[in-house]
């Protein structure tokens, strides 16, 4: 079945740095990948829309200077947090569609804590 | 802009019971998702329901769609402590491919 690699699985760091989070096709080429955040007991909220080639489609409210979303291959795509707040700390995950594939497919996701 | 309700919010529940998530959203979709998720876990797929009427089951776990009524329906039957976790409803907004999340319904089984 189709499966979407996501690394890191955690990170931490501190205030101001910046964090990459990969998000990678294995089995098949996404040509939509999508970056949602997860804070603690409550639902997923969209942050953006990436196509291969393409920039990313930010949802309303999210600093798009802020979140940095390259989709530079049909089967990775990264999204990098740039200067980190501990308001920034969230669980991340992706997803990736494709005509090839059924559905979505879900990414682990990413436990991101600024410290 | 889709908006989704889910209900209930949280939900405990003796084990070998029946009970019924339900899932509104507010504007037409061409489809719609069930979710499960277990904490600190990403999401696992349920079910995908594609036309008015449609049904799917899975073991203890079936899923409905009234695209008229705009809603969705997940009913537990004979609940066993392993459906324990968070189950999400998702319509895709119709016309592009984006997901719009319900509130998700904590549920829990007590034996």
């Known amino acids: 079945g189709a499966v979407v690699s996501q690394h890191p699985s955690w990170v931490i760091c501190k205030s101001g740095t910046s964090v990459k989070i990969e998000c990678r096709s294995l089995d098949f080429q996404a040509t939509t990948m999508f970056w949602y955040r997860q804070f603690p007991k409550q639902s997923l909220m969209l942050m953006a829309t990436s196509n291969e080639g393409s920039k990313a489609t930010y949802e309303q409210g999210v600093e798009k200077d802020k979140f940095l979303i390259n989709h530079a291959s049909l089967t990775l795509s990264t999204l990098t947090v740039t200067s980190a707040h501990p308001e920034d700390s969230s669980f991340y995950i992706c997803?990736?569609?494709?005509?090839?594939?059924?559905?979505?497919?879900f990414g682990s996701g990413t436990r991101l804590t600024v410290v | 802009e889709l908006k989704v309700e889910q209900n209930p919010l949280f939900l405990s529940m003796q084990e070998g019971k029946n009970y019924t998530i339900y899932c509104n959203y507010s504007t037409t979709s061409d489809r719609l998702y069930w979710y499960r998720q277990d904490p600190g876990k990403s999401l696992e797929s349920l079910f995908v329901?594609?036309?008015?009427?449609a049904v799917k089951q899975e073991g203890r776990l079936m899923a409905s769609l009234d695209t008229k009524a705009r809603l969705s329906t997940l009913h537990i039957t004979a609940a066993v402590h392993d459906l324990s976790a968070t189950y999400f409803c998702?319509?895709?907004?119709?016309?592009?491919?984006?997901?719009?999340f319900g509130t998700g319904t904590r549920l829990t089984i007590i034996p």
């Open positions: 997803s990736a569609s494709a005509e090839s594939i059924y559905g979505y497919t």
């Open positions: 329901l594609l036309s008015n009427g």
């Open positions: 998702a319509p895709a907004n119709f016309g592009n491919e984006k997901l719009t």
